[in-house]
């Protein structure tokens, strides 16, 4: 069997495990805490549309440009704000961020008609955008690189989590206090963790729990060499890693937008008994990230290929439960092989963290999860609801439902050309670290 020689960024590091390890958790539970902010701060309007069609008699157009107008942002600005992020400093920005959108947040509960609202939403938009890139530049900093999948896939899995608590805690709120009330709890909390991390992370500190492949690369440190921006597309295997994320996030965006109106079409469900179901669907999905991504850290520790592997084996499990599920009658049994499926949706997303921080240069990793989150975004999150409307359309919403999985092949086959390139992409950025010094 032939094998590659890997540099020491892939392999288990004996010094690694002797570094503290407290302090590298504080780091994860606050900016993963701050990851949920940002998910309630954003998906909490979802559960107060009702009140504020009521109180300003809004349109459902207008509704839902108060939750388009952030994604809008988001995809926007995701990469160039990462860019700089790496130049101005990841601590800085994320407590810059975070103070942002809460403030924002803020503006959004005292707002005194749609045009304030709308505002306030874009600001929210505005500090949200590339939160999720930094952060997970940050957290993945102070962890080895073979539990890079696991906390990849957490991470990623806040953004369900979130989405879960904003709208199930806001809608409470909102029934008992109000809806301003629901908003301005979302920002209190926003700003609470955000004084928290900027007394706990500091540069400083985060510096001294680096693992080897983390070079020093913040403004004032003594490692001044940032990597070139063309170094996060000059390989296919990093290319293949965007694409093949992007495609699989195709499906769980699509679950967790239709989903609701499918359980109320074709299983006369209300749509509280809707709500509550899609809910559990969006937690199988946020739960699959983070066990997906712990089982591809254990099978590839002494082989990290192996993440190409058990992302492709994620993508079929996925495409062969959902394109089952929606074959067989509606029906209890169908729902649980729906749900098996949802688990297995973005079951790549923690590997594909884990290959991008692997193939990008610490100087530039941060843009790196940009890129990603932008594939994850136009791909996925934006292509997949939208495509999938379309079909319905013309098809119904069960038949788009039943072909949507195939954007599975796609996702697999992008994945084993990363695989097959992955060695030589290696080699590619070993080479930026023999760089001739300054």
Not at 303 to 309: A, C, F, I, Y
Request: include cysteine.
């Amino acid at each position: 069997m032939k094998s590659h020689a890997l540099p020491a960024r892939e392999l288990p590091s004996g010094a690694a495990a002797a570094k503290p390890r407290i302090y590298p958790w504080v780091v994860f539970a606050l900016t993963f805490a701050l990851l949920l902010s940002d998910y309630m701060s954003r998906q909490v309007l979802n559960a107060v549309f009702p009140f504020l069609k009521a109180e300003w008699a809004l349109s459902d157009s207008q509704l839902a440009s108060l939750t388009s107008i952030v994604a809008m942002m988001v995809g926007l600005l995701t990469f160039p704000l990462s860019v700089l992020a790496d130049r101005w400093g990841r601590v800085r920005s994320l407590v810059l961020m975070a103070t942002i959108w809460s403030l924002a947040t803020v503006l959004c509960a005292i707002a005194a008609d749609y045009g304030q609202l709308l505002g306030a939403r874009f600001l929210v938009g505005v500090g949200e955008a590339a939160y999720g890139s930094v952060g997970i530049a940050v957290v993945l900093s102070v962890f080895a690189p073979h539990v890079r999948a696991t906390f990849g896939g957490a991470f990623m899995a806040g953004g369900s989590f979130g989405s879960t608590i904003g709208v199930a805690l806001g809608g409470f709120i909102a029934v008992h206090f109000g809806w301003r009330w629901a908003l301005a709890f979302m920002a209190v909390v926003g700003l609470v963790l955000v004084v928290l991390f900027r007394l706990v992370v500091t540069q400083r500190r985060l510096d001294q729990h680096r693992f080897e492949d983390e070079a020093a690369v913040e403004p004032g440190t003594n490692g001044g060499y940032r990597a070139p921006l063309s170094s996060l597309f000059s390989n296919a295997s990093v290319l293949c890693a965007y694409v093949g994320s992007g495609l699989q996030m195709f499906v769980a965006a699509v679950l967790l937008a239709w989903t609701p109106s499918y359980l109320n079409r074709y299983h006369a469900m209300s749509p509280d008994a809707a709500g509550f179901v899609s809910a559990i669907l969006v937690l199988l999905i946020g739960a699959g990230m983070i066990v997906c991504g712990v089982i591809t850290d254990r099978a590839s520790r002494r082989r990290p290929e192996r993440k190409w592997t058990t992302s492709i084996g994620y993508g079929a499990a996925a495409a062969v439960l959902l394109i089952t599920g929606f074959q067989l009658p509606e029906g209890v049994p169908q729902l649980v092989v729906i749900g098996c499926g949802a688990f297995f949706s973005a079951g790549a997303s923690g590997p594909a963290t884990a290959m991008v921080a692997n193939l990008t240069h610490a100087s530039v990793r941060a843009t790196g999860f940009g890129s990603l989150t932008l594939a994850n975004s136009l791909l996925g999150l934006a292509a997949g609801p939208f495509v999938v409307g379309l079909l319905a359309d013309r098809l119904g919403l069960l038949g788009a439902l039943q072909l949507a999985p195939l954007v599975y092949l796609g996702a697999i086959a992008a994945l084993l050309i990363g695989k097959r390139r992955y060695p030589d992409a290696l080699r590619r950025l070993a080479a930026l670290d023999r760089r001739p010094s300054a």
